[in-house]
């Protein structure tokens, strides 16, 4: 049980386009979902909050109108890179906490963006 | 604000030794404590955590840690381990808000 998936698992794209990653929890419903950003032999950073039905919460120096983020339903969450950059690339990992309230974080299995 | 302070980087050592990784927290309220795992261009998996009770923590694969207050630490031990633990672990700490601050990181390697 709880399972998060992520996809695409990797893209590549040409600068000044959108890229959208999705996180789906297989078998929970979560009314938070977090994502994360995590360069090369780095830690994860905490982007931003999704709150099933209500805006996103992002964390400071996060630009909110680059990394659009939607919770659309209790198992699905999105986040669109818009008007991608080299500097984008990074590797997107998704988190879900399931809405029964443990305290306990369930982990995609990642998104590698590499910009071109 | 929560944060955390994984001492050691990297972490050399041999199959069937034990090993130790580091870590402690600063935080100005109850905090609970988790310890995961990262392969190579996989996601994290939940090795153990704390939320209250026996500070002793049981996990999986062998893994446990020990909350302690006074000290401010929480660091995860394993008698014995394989060739397979070699991988990236982060120590973690959220508040009542559920949001995570990881930890730099501990490169452990895991020579025959």
């Known amino acids: 049980g709880a399972v998060v998936s992520q996809h695409p698992s990797w893209v590549i794209c040409k600068s000044g386009t959108s890229v959208k990653i999705e996180c789906r929890s297989l078998d929970f419903q979560a009314t938070t979902m977090f994502w994360y950003r995590q360069f090369p032999k780095q830690s994860l950073m905490l982007m931003a909050t999704s709150n099933e039905g209500s805006k996103a919460t992002y964390e400071q120096g996060v630009e909110k109108d680059k990394f659009l983020i939607n919770h659309a339903s209790l198992t699905l969450s999105t986040l669109t890179v818009t008007s991608a950059h080299p500097e984008d690339s990074s590797f997107y990992i998704c988190?879900?906490?399931?809405?029964?309230?443990?305290?306990?974080?369930?982990f995609g299995p990642g998104t590698r963006l590499t910009v071109l | 604000a929560q944060s955390v302070t994984q001492l050691d980087s990297q972490v050399p050592v041999f199959e069937e030794a034990p090993v130790e990784l580091r870590c402690n927290y600063s935080?100005?309220?109850?905090?609970?404590l988790f310890w995961y795992v990262q392969y190579p261009n996989q996601g994290l998996q939940l090795l153990l955590k704390y939320l209250s009770g026996s500070t002793l923590v049981k996990g999986i694969n062998g893994f446990e840690a020990e909350f302690n207050k006074s000290q401010t630490s929480f660091h995860l031990r394993k008698p014995s381990v394989h060739i397979s633990d070699t991988a990236e672990y982060f120590c973690a700490v959220s508040g009542n808000d559920y949001k995570l601050s990881f930890g730099a990181g501990t490169t452990v390697t895991v020579r025959a």
């Open positions: 988190s879900a906490r399931d809405m029964r309230g443990y305290n306990e974080q369930f």
């Open positions: 935080s100005s309220v109850s905090v609970y």
